[in-house]
T-cell receptor, first 111, second 114 residues
């Protein structure tokens, strides 16, 4: 079952903040976040391994709530370069190698 | 830095032709994946492999087949291309072991079937 992301799409002005959510109907053991710019391949942003873990990368950070089976990506003071489609990704079950991506969130930052 | 290569980058070909999309990685990764993605849409897993001589089908029904004879090579074959196969195909790899290894992607092959 594919993780569901919300919102599906968001438009921001430079300097505004955004939150992207990733929810799974199955237990999550780890969550990866990727960004895909138009016409390019997805690029890995960060990984969250443990419940409650929060990681940061410049002005992009993420949290992982294992109990709620969800992760959130926080984009602070967004820049034009943040535009793209964001995907969460995870292995579909413990001990499997089947990797699945979330439904994706399209983010557009305007000047 | 990830090194994973896909060829060709673009392919326009007629219906009924046999097509092989190439994917190679130089990182010694055990796991490799093929995804199908229409522009701006979701990534759909069509095949994956966790090592030599192991292949599994993903969630998206596909008329393609894959092979994994060598660790570094994971080609995808369409025996008879149809217009419905028009899409972008992305190959990815990741280190074996636990689930904390991210996916590294190739640049993709944009396939158009006439």
């Amino acid at each position: 079952q594919q993780p569901v992301q919300s919102p599906q799409a968001v438009i921001l002005r430079e300097g505004e903040d955004a939150v992207i959510n990733c929810s799974s109907s199955k237990a999550l053991y780890s969550v990866h976040w990727y960004r895909q710019k138009h016409g390019e391949a997805p690029v890995f942003l960060m990984i969250l391994l443990k419940g409650g873990e929060q990681k940061g990368h410049d002005k992009i950070s993420a949290s992982f709530n294992e109990k709620k089976q969800q992760s959130s990506l926080y984009l602070t003071a967004s820049q034009l370069s943040y535009s793209g489609t964001y995907f969460c990704g995870t292995e579909s079950g413990s001990g499997t190698y089947k990797y699945i991506f979330g439904t994706g969130t399209r983010l557009k930052v305007l000047a | 830095e990830a090194d994973i290569y896909q060829t060709p980058r673009y392919l326009v070909i007629g219906t009924g032709k046999k097509i092989t999309l190439e994917c190679s990685q130089t990182m010694g990764h055990d796991k490799m994946y093929w995804y199908q993605q229409d522009p701006g849409m979701e990534l759909h897993l069509i095949h994956y492999s966790y090592g030599v001589n192991s292949t599994e089908k993903g969630d998206l029904s596909s008329e393609s087949t894959v092979s994994r004879i060598r660790t570094e090579h994971f080609p995808l074959t369409l025996e008879s291309a149809r217009p419905s196969h028009t899409s972008q195909y992305l190959c990815a790899s990741s280190q074996g072991g636990s689930s904390n290894q991210p996916q590294h992607f190739g640049d993709g092959t944009r396939l158009s079937i006439l």
